[in-house]
């Protein structure tokens, strides 16, 4: 928790976004999507000069939304995620359900044409890159993942034999396989090898403990220090 959320938790009694916090988890929101929406909950507050949103409702819900638009030039997929925060903290967290807003300043969105690469562009950005920033790019290219999925790859979630990928708590929350492509079965291989060597040398220190879900942590203690889990 940094400065500012202690300070407004603080200043509100009992601890709002403490609260709101321990509602996310519980409800299986993803890590990103609870930082994200603290995010805004504390914005909304700073910006109405730490009144308790329970002091609030429509009116200041619509000109916080409004200023993102006005003062600070958002996009509109960047409004309407400020929006489902307000909306979650007000219908979930407070149990106030917000009705009509209003009038709201809405953010336009943009007309942008996609731009996506050939096959041969591709190549040859790929060629650009080496070691794990090309196994890393490779993943997100061959086998569909987005960044975040990528990053949160555990061993357990490559499959060699079949040639698939686990994708674990992806968006919405779900699950789903892709492929592995076969250019990368063999370096994945050797990056593996690699950073077992790291992983045994982590083990010995006493430094090999990675993140597991709340659930996972508390139902086996001893699997954040598991290979497969690295």
């Known amino acids: 928790m940094d400065a500012s959320e202690r300070q407004i938790t603080s200043f509100n009694k009992p601890k709002l976004l403490e609260r709101a916090r321990e509602i996310l988890r519980a409800k299986y929101y993803s890590r990103r999507t609870e930082e994200v929406y603290l995010g805004w909950m504390r914005r909304f507050i700073l910006f109405h000069g730490k009144r308790h949103p329970a002091e609030m409702a429509e009116p200041e819900v619509a000109?916080?939304?409004?200023?993102?638009?006005?003062?600070?030039?958002?996009?509109?997929?960047?409004?309407?995620?400020a929006l489902s925060a307000l909306l979650f903290l007000y219908s979930v967290v407070l149990r106030q359900p917000l009705g009509n807003l209003g009038l709201v300043e809405r953010a336009r969105r943009p007309k942008?044409?996609?731009?996506?690469?050939?096959r041969e562009e591709a190549r040859r950005l790929l060629a650009q890159l080496?070691?794990?920033?090309?196994?890393?790019?490779?993943?997100?290219y061959g086998s569909g993942l987005r960044v975040l999925e990528m990053l949160r790859l555990r061993v357990k979630d490559l499959d060699f034999g079949y040639g698939q990928i686990t994708?674990?708590?992806?968006?919405?929350?779900?699950?789903?396989?892709?492929?592995l492509p076969k250019a990368l079965?063999?370096?994945?291989?050797?990056h593996l090898a690699r950073r077992k060597l790291e992983y045994e040398a982590?083990?010995?220190?006493?430094?090999?403990?990675?993140?597991?879900?709340?659930?996972?942590?508390?139902?086996?203690?001893?699997a954040a220090s598991s290979w497969i889990w690295q």
């Open 202 to 222: 982590d083990v010995k220190a006493g430094n090999a403990s990675v993140y597991l879900p709340e659930a996972l942590a508390r139902k086996y203690p001893a």
């Open 63 to 81: 000109q916080f939304l409004s200023d993102l638009t006005l003062q600070h030039d958002v996009s509109a997929s960047t409004q309407n995620q």
């Open 167 to 179: 994708v674990r708590d992806g968006k919405g929350g779900k699950d789903r396989v892709t492929m």
């Open 130 to 140: 080496e070691a794990g920033a090309w196994i890393m790019a490779s993943l997100l």
């Open 112 to 118: 942008k044409v996609p731009v996506v690469l050939t």
């Open 185 to 190: 079965v063999e370096p994945l291989r050797r």
